[in-house]
């Protein structure tokens, strides 16, 4: 038995001194908690979602800093944090590690938690925490619990090889450069322009007759005049990632492959690639190959820093004790010319002109370096966009202007279906400006008569209330708007617009684009090129998932598209509605209700237009004593611009999201926002028949 130390002076037994925390041992514990608390739900989630790096530009020393970030960061910086408490003492050190290993445990398990059960919110909080604790005590305890996690330690380094070598994401490290497939020339070589639009049910473009409204949408209504408009074309897949390949290389889904040229080297760039020069602007695919596409300027250099951020956000989600997406596609957003942080992606010298310069800076990079690359060239050229809109998220006004709103909202719902329509065809106007811009500049540079100009869309997107997104339910009941989508095909020469109703599905789109290239598809494809016959068959078929198709019934869906308004969206009516544009000193005050917080108040203090971007999207809470529903209209400097229904969030928040789309009403500088509940919506303006609507104001704060 070791004899304890005597003080000399006293001759008084001293404790013994604590041991020393042992540093490796404490590493190799954080390394094993943090893997599975961060490492292996980010690389999960990442490896499932190439579209994610395909995005971003991202090439393999992006993807693996990324991961090397992801793995040794946090318990390398944890680490750190336990070894300078340890200058405090070796009681400090160990203290400071018991409450690491029961925060990381708490986070295990709210991820945990919200997998297996139905807890969420405070009830899962409070269930992390008692986990942390238990935790925390057991590794205090028990030497097992120390023994275990320093064994796990090799747990990061299955997650990394798992993802390297297993996950869908492994083709932007693995996938090596194809061999073309023999081409035969059959014809003539014209210039090729194809723009590949994203989340566009064809509906969006329709009036109540069916046809293309050329008041909302005047630069489709030109293309059609003077293209083929193919006005029975469906997508065969809702999700990208299995729309473009099937557009791309004439064949339906077959099974869950990454966009990825390694998965798909039969495709559109390798057809064209021996003959035509490619100058491809792709978005969360990477089916053009090293040889064919080189990479843009200044690629896989920036995206770093975009991802770091981006997958930041992810990992709150993944760690929110309240339900999450957890999808990295729902924050792509179109780099704008003003944001993108790639040093060389310029914008060309002789872009388009907008009314303002801030509205040129506002177009999307990709598009801005997609209409510097239409010059006529020697050789035959393939110029291909794929550009994210009007896909979500919904920024844009249909002038080019900008405006931000809060993530998260609600989809379902009445008042959330309504708004989440409204901004989709606020954008459709401005993507329809973006059209504009490249006819015009196809036009200037000589290329538009003599090219071949495809503009369609990989997929639509219902908007109907209770089926909203990309996903067909069993009852087809949105599949006029998830199927149905534009395709105009313009070919060399063409003058006269016309309307084709053969029944087309996108898997035709490489066959007819070969015919008309002048190139044989050497493999074979499932689709018929328009310029050899039609399919025989009136349904359409539509991938859940990839090569699990159902049948549609394309006669019953196409007739509704047709009629226009069947097709669309129908929301119940919106009370007081026509008090949109009304005078505030028109409407009767009663008195004052209760308070509301406009969470952006302060963005309507300072409002400059040249910035490019406007407070358009006004968004807060009310107190419970309002009821659901209830009709508030927001006043802009003395005249309505917007009528909202009041309806809970996801979390059962009581909130108030509104639209207000006309530009006038914004003035520089400081800006009167005024709410108000309306109690009667009658007569606006004064009208003798009634009395004039009224109202309560509310007060607001920020």
Known sequence: MTEQPRDRRTDAVRPAPAPALAPVPALLELAALCGLVVAQPLLDVLGRSPDFFFFHGAGPASVLALVAIVVLVPPVLLWGV??????????????????????????????????????????????ALLIGVGLAVAYARLTITRQVLRVAAVGPLAFVLLFVFASPSSAVLLGRETSDAPVRSIGPHPPVVMIILDEFPLVSLLDERGEIDADRVPNFAQLAAGSTWYRNATTVSGKTVNAVPAMLTGRYPTGELTPHYSQHPDNLFTLLGPTYQIEAWENVTQLCPPQHCRGRPGQD???????????????????????????????????????????????????????????????????????????PRDTPTLHFLHLLMPHSPWTYLPSGMRYDGPGGLPYDGPWWARLTHQRHLQQVGYTDLLLGEALRV???????????????SDHG????????????????????????????????????????????????????????????????????????????????????????????????????????????????????????????????????????????????????????KIPALVHGTLPESVPVGAPVAVALNGRVGTVVQVARDRAGQLRFVGLIPDERLFVAGANRLELFLVVDSGPVGGDPAGAAPTVRRLPTTG
């Open 82 to 127: 336990v070894l300078l408490t340890g200058l405090l003492g070796a009681p400090a050190a160990r203290g400071t590690h018991l409450v690491v290993v029961g925060c990381l445990g708490a986070l295990l398990a709210v991820q945990v938690g919200k997998l297996l059960s139905g807890l969420r919110g405070a009830p899962l909080t409070v269930f």
């Open 461 to 612: 997107g219902s908007f109907s209330e209770g089926v909203t997104g990309r996903e067909m339910d069993d009852e087809f009941t949105a599949a006029a708007e998830l199927a149905w989508v534009p395709l105009f095909v313009k070919e060399p020469g063409q003058q006269a617009g016309r309307t084709d109703d053969r029944n087309w599905e996108q898997v035709d789109l490489l066959p007819t684009v070969a015919d008309h290239a002048g190139v044989q598809v050497p493999w074979r494809t499932d689709g018929i090129s328009a310029l050899r016959g039609e399919r025989e068959t009136t349904d359409k078929r539509f991938d859940r998932r990839p090569g699990e198709p159902v049948t549609v019934d394309g006669p019953a869906h196409f007739a509704a598209v047709r009629a226009g308004s069947s097709a669309r969206p129908v929301f119940p009516p919106l009370p007081a509605a026509d008090l949109v544009g009304a005078a505030v000193d028109d409407l009767t005050v009663l008195g004052t209700g209760p308070p509301a917080t406009v969470a952006n108040l302060s963005e309507y203090q300072d409002v400059r237009a040249e910035r490019g």
């Open 442 to 456: 196809l036009r200037a540079s000589s290329l538009y008569d003599d090219a071949l100009i495809v503009v369609t």
């Open 301 to 375: 250099r920036g995206s770093l820093p975009v991802m770091l951020r981006e997958t930041t956000a992810l990992y709150g989600q993944l760690i929110s004790p309240d339900d999450s997406l957890d999808d990295p596609a729902a924050s792509f957003r179109e780099p704008t010319v003003a944001d993108d942080i790639r040093a060389d992606d310029k914008a060309p010298e002789s872009g388009p002109e907008f009314r303002m310069s801030r509205l040129k800076e506002n177009q999307p990079a990709r598009f801005t370096g997609f209409l510097g690359s239409l010059q």
